[in-house]
Nanobody
Framework: VQLVESGGGSVQTGGSLRLSCVVS????????MGWFRQAPGKEREPVAT???????TITDSVKGRFTIFKDNGRNTLYLQMNRLKPEDTGMYYC???????????????????????WGQGTQVTVSS
């Protein structure tokens, strides 16, 4: 499985970006997937996840502003980011899991060890 992110950039507070993660070597609709981010000097943290059936989990810090979804026809995962804030600045990573850690998709995706594959990341910078 290979994951290639794109769509990052520099925007002002209140702006929008859409991140893409193209999947190759596997069918996206069979994968659990997620977006994580890492701000300078901080630990990597989960942003949003979607299981193999498309059920999404959004973390509280971005709830109401970010949306995660898969386009199975394009074999691509997206993260639509609206009303961006300076604290959203960081490197954003796409991750994929062909099977659920522990055997169940219940409560999937907020921990890094659940994922087997990672992209190289795309930088998002939000200025005030």
């Amino acid at each position: 499985v290979q994951l290639v992110e794109s769509g990052g950039g520099s925007v002002q507070t209140g702006g929008s970006l859409r991140l893409s993660c193209v999947v190759s070597g596997y069918t996206a609709n069979s994968l659990g997937m997620g977006w994580f981010r890492q701000a300078p000097g901080k630990e990597r943290e989960p942003v949003a996840t979607v299981d193999h059936d498309g059920r999404a989990t959004i973390t509280d810090s971005v709830k109401g502003r970010f949306t995660i979804f898969k386009d199975n026809g394009r074999n691509t995962l997206y993260l639509q980011m609206n009303r961006l804030k300076p604290e959203d600045t960081g490197m954003y990573y796409c991750a994929a899991a062909p099977r659920p850690y522990g055997g169940s998709w219940s409560h999937f995706g907020l921990v890094e060890y659940e994922y087997d594959y990672w992209g190289q990341g795309t930088q998002v910078t939000v200025s005030s």
